[in-house]
């Protein structure tokens, strides 16, 4: 008689694990926490990755681990056009402006890289590194301990900048 209580007890806590899975799939969405609002208007969000996995993604685009505590990936789908945007959190300010400048400067260093046509721009007070390559145009800023990279079409990419910086 215990054994079927204890069943029947343990079968109704899966159920509501179930049931409150259905009534709050934004509770496991990888969007959660983002520093930035995800809808990007003209584009759809069709994959983004969070935490340990992004981070990996970003040690990966890297060739080696860098120091982040937060990273987020999300992938964009338009009627045309495609956009990523790659987002690391720091453990501080300075931290993320250290990364910021050692990264445009071995880039910038490296001939192997499929980059070209670097630039600085100054956007709502805001220095973003420009450069182009592999078909978009790629956009590289710091806000506070956040680093963004967006890849985008020419088109598109002032739009996501203007999107990421009034929503972040």
């Known amino acids: 008689m215990l054994s079927i209580s204890c069943r029947n007890t343990k079968t109704s806590i899966y159920r509501i694990w179930i ?3 259905l ?3 934004g509770c496991n969405d990888s969007t959660a926490g983002l520093p930035f609002d995800p809808h990007i208007e003209g584009l759809e969000l069709v994959n983004s990755v969070a935490g340990a996995d992004a981070i990996k993604a970003i040690n990966k685009l890297h060739g080696m681990p860098i120091n982040v505590v937060r990273g987020f990936v999300a992938n964009y789908q338009g009627t ?3 956009a990523t945007v790659w987002v690391s959190g720091a453990s501080s300010q300075e931290l993320a402006k250290q990364q910021i400048t050692l990264m445009f400067h071995k880039m910038k260093n490296n001939r192997r ?3 070209s046509d670097y630039r600085t721009l100054n956007t709502n007070g805001v220095r973003v590194i420009a450069f182009d390559g592999m078909g978009q145009v790629h956009y590289v800023f710091r806000d506070s301990k956040w680093l ?3 890849s985008a079409d020419r088109e598109r990419i002032d739009s996501i900048l203007k999107h990421l910086q009034r929503t972040g």
């Open 113 to 115: 890289l499929p980059f």
């Open 19 to 21: 049931l409150l899975a």
């Open 148 to 150: 963004y990279w967006i």
């Open 80 to 82: 045309h056009d495609k």
């Open 23 to 25: 009534l709050f799939p």
